[in-house]
């Protein structure tokens, strides 16, 4: 998505030497006009899919999936990262290692909203090693539906998530994906 790399390019920083910045329209400021040429993006992508859910996972995936969901029209559930008192007892759980934070945590989805009649994409901000995406789709297996498929904003390359995925015969839509960055430059694959 040429719009997107330019974005990237244009408002994105690089921290250290694997991660990158986009608050400026992704991840704390959320620019809802380009969110909107994403959500078109992805139902083009898997408009024969069949979906009848979007899952994603708090905090960054909810708005891409939300604005994905407007265009294919399904229900978006997004799996929660703390336990709170208001939570059902019937969970679907899984653990997930956050490249960012440095530590573990379980992810949760109330057995309510997911079932064996589901066919499923999973919606992420980032694609890096691939542990929340793996975690999401431990969750759909739990819940007996079926994965169709993942789409990301954006994958970083040089990381091997997309790799595992793909090799686990998963389809992976990505509309950028880095094969190298540094603090000056950004590469993109497509
Ligand atoms: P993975 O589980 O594939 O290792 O990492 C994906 C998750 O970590 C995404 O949900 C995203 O929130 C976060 N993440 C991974 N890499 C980056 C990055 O370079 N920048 C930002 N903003 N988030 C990232």
Do not use: C
């Amino acid at each position: 998505m040429q719009r997107l790399k330019e974005k990237i390019i244009k408002e994105g920083s690089v921290q250290g030497s694997n991660i990158l910045k986009v608050d400026n329209f992704l991840n704390h400021q959320i620019d809802v006009s380009f969110l909107n040429e994403i959500g078109r993006e992805f139902a083009r992508r898997f408009q024969d899919a069949g979906i009848s859910k979007i899952l994603t996972i708090e905090a960054s995936g909810i708005a891409v999936a939300a604005i994905t969901a407007q265009y294919i029209k399904v229900p978006v559930v997004f799996a929660k990262k703390t336990e709170s008192k208001n939570l059902d007892q019937n969970l679907y759980q899984s653990e997930v290692f956050s490249f960012t934070k440095g530590k573990t945590y379980q992810i949760m989805v109330s057995s309510k909203y997911l079932d064996n009649n589901d066919r499923i994409l999973i919606i992420d901000d980032f694609l890096a090693n691939g542990r929340a995406a793996l975690g999401l789709k431990e969750i759909v297996e739990q819940a007996g539906a079926e994965l169709v498929g993942i789409g990301i904003v954006i994958e970083k390359g040089f990381q091997p998530g997309g790799a595992i995925l793909r090799e686990a015969g998963i389809r992976v839509e990505s509309l950028a994906i880095i094969k190298t960055m540094s603090a000056g430059e950004i590469v993109f694959e497509k």
